[in-house]
């Protein structure tokens, strides 16, 4: 458990990923199974303005780290959270009671990115990710690791299985008042 889960009634789980990986298709089927909030840090960011604007090379926001986990800092208190981002390291320890981090095979991921329109060096530097499982050892560096649990996630079979194991996970966490 996190050091402050004692306080709260509903566990705040974080699923990671390299972008592609299934993060909100598994967090959207997590909140239909679970009735948690979901956050989609990307989605966050843009309706809040939580960025230091916008980096041409990589087509996406410069998130401002402290301004995201300043906006996040009560609803994580309250517990019942999933949060969805393709990042972790910048989220305090204490907000996370479970840490997953969704793996795609690399050629499965290719298509999807590439689908989505990704190309060139945005492209090549999320496969890069993926082959060397940069976001697995961020969630081994960041947070203990008996939280932190890596997940397949090439195809809705994976995706039903990881909802199932997940929903499980919540349903027998303890609750404490």
């Known amino acids: 458990?996190?050091?402050?889960?004692?306080?709260?009634?509903?566990?705040?789980?974080l699923v990671t990923g390299t972008p592609g990986t299934g993060k909100t298709t598994t967090c959207s089927a997590l909140v239909e199974a679970t009735q948690l909030r979901h956050i989609n840090i990307g989605d966050?960011?843009?309706?809040?303005?939580?960025?230091?604007?916008w980096d041409d090379n990589l087509?996406?926001?410069i998130i401002n780290e402290?301004?995201?986990?300043d906006e996040l800092e009560d609803?994580?208190?309250q517990g019942g959270n999933i949060v969805d981002y393709h990042g972790c390291d910048f989220f305090p320890e204490r907000w996370f009671d479970l840490v997953v981090v969704l793996q795609t095979d690399n050629s499965v991921l290719y298509d999807r990115l590439s689908k989505r329109g990704y190309e060139g060096s945005k492209l090549s530097n999320n496969i890069e990710c993926e082959i060397f499982q940069v976001l697995l050892e961020e969630?081994?560096?960041?947070?203990r690791e008996d939280i932190v649990k890596a997940l397949k996630s090439d195809n809705i079979?994976?995706?039903t299985r990881n909802v199932a194991t997940i929903t499980d996970w919540i349903r027998s966490w303890?609750?404490?008042s």
Do not use: F, W
Not at 1 to 13: E, G, H, L, T
Not at 44 to 53: A, Q, Y
Not at 66 to 69: A, E, G, K, T
């Open 44 to 53: 966050l960011v843009r309706e809040k303005n939580l960025h230091d604007g």
């Open 174 to 176: 303890p609750q404490t």
């Open 59 to 61: 087509q996406c926001h």
């Open 75 to 77: 609803v994580m208190e």
């Open 1 to 13: 458990m996190a050091p402050d889960s004692n306080k709260r009634q509903r566990p705040n789980i």
């Open 157 to 159: 079979d994976d995706i």
């Open 139 to 143: 969630a081994k560096e960041s947070y």
């Open 66 to 69: 402290d301004l995201v986990c």
